[in-house]
């Protein structure tokens, strides 16, 4: 715990915050709680997290669960739960004690918000209906989510009221039904367009084989929970789950983080490296052509890049008049690395160059990432074949991406003649466009 605590962000450093303030201002973050992290002590600074979120008019809606609770009043009143988690059957019994456990954490969830002075409410926007029969069993009193009034919740959201969904939601009729937490919260962020779904837990993160995972593209997650061997901590599996689906849903970003580690959330939100599992939508989502506004961050790269002679040293005027041949790396609006594509004469070509990426960024698949969308993207435009030249990265291109070495002789003859007066003496290498499999995005 202690180790976590010093890899949390202070929330104090106001340059890391105030830099995503405009990226994040107006947005939409929905924050489900689970029942355990309510009560325990570092829930107070959780709200007080949610305080500096509003105060940087970052709109929250949050969710709580009941499942700790509900454990504790069946032992009180010594009653067999017929399910905990809100996804398996929920009789009478059960269904009694969990509308008692949502009152009892809805109550204190509402006064640690009214002590840090925000304004809050309990809703019922949302409508829920019997999950019915699944294989065979009857589900009785287990729920799920009908429908979202979107319009209310903006409504409170545009007052500065902070809406407090509970995992009780009534059906047409009125009739309460029991609500797993982390589909709720799912749901909520997907009518709200959320830009973050954000689950708070007793756990550091999604594990895979006792180990967190930082950081998953979408399509690495749903791999993940196919795969019948994968050891994967069921009591966090339906987090993942639903984290899925909310990507699938056009919620660009879904966290997993440990509720108990002070600053979590600022930490998660506001530092490049966070503290939990971020699941994100695909990589080459996160790859975009450059824009004129881009320049600086080229040429800040470039310059980088020159210094070891990794890369051609470019003027600010040269990125500038050249920009709309690069394509850029971005994690959260920050561009991270870049490449560029550029055509031969004989429009049959292309040369991939310029591939660079920050230094604290090595060793994450960021530079292979990059390379394989010039492939596809030097396809689409209809090049028959990619040439790479290097003075240093002639391994990296070979094993890592497929190319093999040619020679100058195979460069146009314009392109040639270049590369002899540079005296750089690169390593040409090449990789024909056919092997590329069109399936693949």
Known sequence: MSSQRERAMKPTDLRGILRYVPMFRDHVFV????????SHENFANIVTDIAVLRSLSIKVVLVHGIGQQLVGLAGEHNIALSDIQGEGPTDVSTMSLAREASALVSQSVLENLSQAGLRCAITNAVRSTKIGRLKGVDHL?????????????????????LPLVTPIVCDREGQSLRVNSDHLAMELAVALGASKLIYLTPFSGLQVDGVVQLNLPEDDLKRLLADKHAKLDPRIRSKAVQA???????????????????????TEI??????????????????RQAKKKD???LY???????????LVARTRQQIEQGYADFYVYEIDDSIIGCAALRPYADGKSMELGAVYVQPFYHGRGVGRKLVEFAKRRAKQLGAKKLFALTTQTQGFFQSACGFVP??????????????????RNSQVLAFALRRLNDSVR
Do not use: W
């Not at 924050?31 to 309510?38: F, R, W």
């Not at 429908?147 to 007052?159: F, N, P, R």
């Not at 506001?270 to 790859?287: C, E, P, Q, S, W």
């Open 31 to 38: 924050i489900a709680v689970d029942g355990s992290i309510v």
């Open 244 to 266: 899925a689906k909310a990507l699938d849903n056009d919620v660009p970003r879904a966290h997993i983080l440990d509720g108990r580690v002070f600053g979590c959330l600022l």
């Open 141 to 161: 009193y287990t729920g799920k989510v009908e429908k979202v009034d979107a319009a209310i919740l903006k409504s409170m959201l545009s007052q500065d009221i």
């Open 300 to 310: 800040n790269l470039a310059k980088h890049g020159a210094k070891t002679d990794a």
């Open 295 to 297: 320049a600086q961050a």
């Open 406 to 423: 040619a020679a100058a002789s195979d460069l146009p003859a314009e392109r040639r003649k270049a590369l002899q007066a540079s005296g």
């Open 270 to 287: 506001f530092d490049k490296v966070g503290l939990g599992t971020m699941v994100h939508a695909n990589d080459y989502d996160r790859i």
